[in-house]
């Protein structure tokens, strides 16, 4: 098992509060976290050096958001350049050339080439109604091209019928006549890989290209390649000119680094996602998805966005005090469901949490929701300053007159008074709980 980045950085970072903007001293520290964090994802050497350098020039001098720590920050940095390094935006596969559009698939041998071909040529009949042909070009392995043939069999699109003994190109010019002579509006060139990166593969591969004049040409690479990823795209980028990226097995227990490595290093965009071995098991490519796998942190980026959207940093920090200090009035108790309210309710921020799926079912058996809230703020604000302070002060003819006030009834003032109750004693337990989010969250 691995340590998240997050907790690494929590045990160098935390320390560290109050400070307007990241200094120098602690973006190193932070940083060689997360060169451990990007080796450990098997993120290529090279590729961490320059993203780890990117990221300095951006964090060093960067002013921390209101109410998050230094080390949150530099998550949350980290993260969007990763997300930037992946590219942002989702790349479909392009069809915008004359028919036959042919794709070609190259790649290492069992990287998931013809598993590949097989989903792609599933996905655009299905989902674009588009008439494709695949035909097998792997006339290296014996089995290869009747492999391919029993996947067009069981997803229903057409193979090019093998015949014995010609070689790729001329099976590559054969499938291009019958593309264009049935009315095929796809080609898929499915290619023999290699175990290793060599010359011949290479020259193959450059040759099929001229012959097929390929529209989309996908490096399929397996999610699972360590420091090779590097090697790898950059001699098929250099040597055929790949077009787009599919990484496959992302299934598996790889942590994504191979994408970053491929990305950065050619700049062609991964265009799909391989994530398992079934003929429907592919899926887009989501940058933030992948950024997360590699950084192991789970949702809080996603919070930290939230926080700073959202949160006041001196209210906050004063709300963990009184949280520690196990003080929670009903100002108190007004403020959080105003910024409850802010962020969405607090199932939505509670949700984001780590570990804090416990706290939310019980504020969820609290009958909390945001009707209630407004109808609890307007209680509150009936309430004089005395009775805020100290909600023990109410008595009944008080509680008639304040739900007078507010247009409701004693029952639901009572509720309110329970519910501050409960939320007293859960704000106490999360406030001195070691490791608390909630009190971390808030500076405490
Ligand atoms: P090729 O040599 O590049 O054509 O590779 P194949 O398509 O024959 O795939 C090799 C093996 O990997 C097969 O057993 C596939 O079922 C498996 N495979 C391909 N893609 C995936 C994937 O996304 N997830 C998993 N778990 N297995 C995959
Ligand atoms: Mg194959």
Not at 62 to 82: F, T, Y
Not at 95 to 120: D, E, F, R, Y
Request: aromatic share 2%; no cysteine; net charge positive.
């Amino acid at each position: 098992m691995f340590e998240s980045l997050q907790d690494r950085l929590g045990s160098i970072l935390n320390g560290l509060t109050g400070r307007g903007a990241l200094s120098d001293k602690d973006v190193s520290a932070a940083l060689r976290e997360v060169r451990r964090a990007l080796l450990e994802a098997d993120v290529a050497l090279e590729v961490v050096r320059s993203f780890t350098d990117r990221v300095r020039e951006k964090a060093v001098g960067a002013e921390i958001l209101k109410s998050i720590k230094p080390g949150q920050m530099v998550v949350k940095l980290v993260h969007d350049e990763l997300v930037a390094t992946l590219g942002t935006e989702q790349v479909a596969i392009d069809l915008n050339a004359p028919s036959p559009v042919t794709i070609m698939m190259v790649g290492l041998q069992g990287s998931g080439k013809t598993t590949t071909s097989g989903k792609i040529a599933k996905r655009l009949t299905e989902r674009q109604r588009k008439k494709v042909l695949m035909a097998s070009l792997d006339t290296r392995r014996p089995a290869a091209q009747e492999q391919l043939r029993v996947l067009g069999e069981q997803t229903g699109v057409a193979t090019l019928p093998v015949i014995a003994g010609q070689g790729p190109v001329e099976i590559a010019t054969r499938a291009e006549q019958a593309a264009r002579l049935g009315g095929y509006d796809v080609l898929i060139l499915d290619t023999a890989g290699r175990t290793h990166i060599d010359e011949p593969l290479m020259a193959e591969m450059a040759e099929i290209k001229s012959r097929a004049n390929p529209h989309e040409i996908l490096l399929v690479a397996d999610s699972l390649t360590g420091q090779d990823a590097v090697n790898l795209a950059r001699s098929f980028d250099e040597r055929v000119g790949i077009t787009g990226i599919v990484l496959t097995r992302v299934d598996g227990d790889g942590r994504g680094g191979a994408a970053l490595s491929m990305r950065a290093v050619t700049g062609k965009p991964i265009k799909l996602i391989g994530v398992g071995e079934k003929m429907d098991a592919l899926e887009e490519f989501h940058p933030s998805r992948i950024a997360d796998r590699i950084l192991g942190m789970g949702d809080i980026v996603s919070l930290v966005e939230k926080a700073a959207e959202n949160i006041d940093a001196e209210k906050a920090a004063a709300m963990a005090r009184k949280m520690q200090s196990g003080k929670f009035d009903m100002n108190d108790l007004a403020d959080q469901i105003g910024q409850m309210q802010k962020m969405g309710g607090m199932g939505g921020l509670m949700g984001l949490m780590p570990g804090m799926g416990k706290v939310r079912d019980q504020v969820a058996a609290a009958g909390i929701d945001d009707r209630l809230l407004k109808r609890q703020l307007a209680i509150i604000s009936s309430m004089t300053a005395k009775e805020r302070s100290n909600p023990d002060l109410l008595k009944n003819s008080r509680k008639k007159r304040i739900a007078a006030g507010s247009g409701t009834d004693a029952s639901d003032i009572n509720k309110l008074l329970k519910m501050h109750r409960q939320m007293a004693d859960m704000m106490k337990s999360v406030g001195k709980g070691k490791g608390g989010m909630m009190g971390k969250l808030m500076g405490g």
